[in-house]
């Protein structure tokens, strides 16, 4: 005697699974392919993509940056020639002191952290130490306007510039008096 021919629904339910695991990415690449998914850098991207690229971006500069130590103290002068560095080659994009740059936070994709006007979105937004810090400006980030400065600044520069940002909300008195009154 055959059995009969039907689907337990423990059956059903793993189908069910497989199928929405498959169709759900398969749909979002032809939706991807066909030009339904907007790329310009003005628009507001959707949640989930911010999420999964801010975590893609977290996990690699935290594994990149593992065993990476800051070779500076954080004297005044390493301060001040990262200061200088800063203004002369992030704050178009970055921002100045209480000046968001216009270009860096409508324009890019994602929006480019400014510095100079919220020192606290690198602790609370970005939480990077200076050695993730370090990694991200020397390697850059693919897929966003943050270029790699390898080759262009020394590993000295780059150094400086990340302790002078992870020190914004700490600057000693005179160099905290030049970045907020430049001459």
């Not at 020639?81 to 994709?109: I, L, Q």
């Not at 606290?120 to 990077?128: F, K, L």
């Not at 020397?138 to 780059?158: C, F, V």
Request: with cysteine; glycine share 8%.
């Amino acid at each position: 005697m055959a059995s009969p021919n039907y689907v337990t629904p423990v059956v059903a339910a793993v189908v069910a699974g497989v199928a929405g695991i498959c169709f759900l990415p398969l749909a979002a690449l032809i939706a991807g392919f066909l030009g339904y998914i907007p790329v310009d850098g003005v628009s507001k991207p959707p949640m989930w993509e911010e999420k999964i690229a801010h975590e893609i971006l977290e996990a690699s500069l935290e594994k990149r940056a593992e065993g990476l130590v800051n070779p500076l103290k954080g004297t005044d002068e390493e301060l001040l020639a990262g200061m200088r560095s800063f203004k002369d080659n992030c704050s178009v994009c970055h921002g100045d002191y209480m000046e968001p740059s216009k270009w860096g936070s409508t324009s890019f994709y994602p929006r480019v952290p400014q510095f100079g006007v919220h020192s606290h979105d690198m602790h609370e937004e970005h939480e990077h130490d200076a050695a993730q810090m370090f990694v991200a400006v020397k390697y850059g980030i693919r897929y966003t306007g943050m270029g790699a400065w390898n080759g262009m600044l020394t590993d000295e520069q780059i150094w400086q510039t990340v302790t002078f940002l992870s020190r914004l909300d700490s600057l000693p008195p005179a160099v905290e008096e030049k970045w907020k009154h430049p001459q």
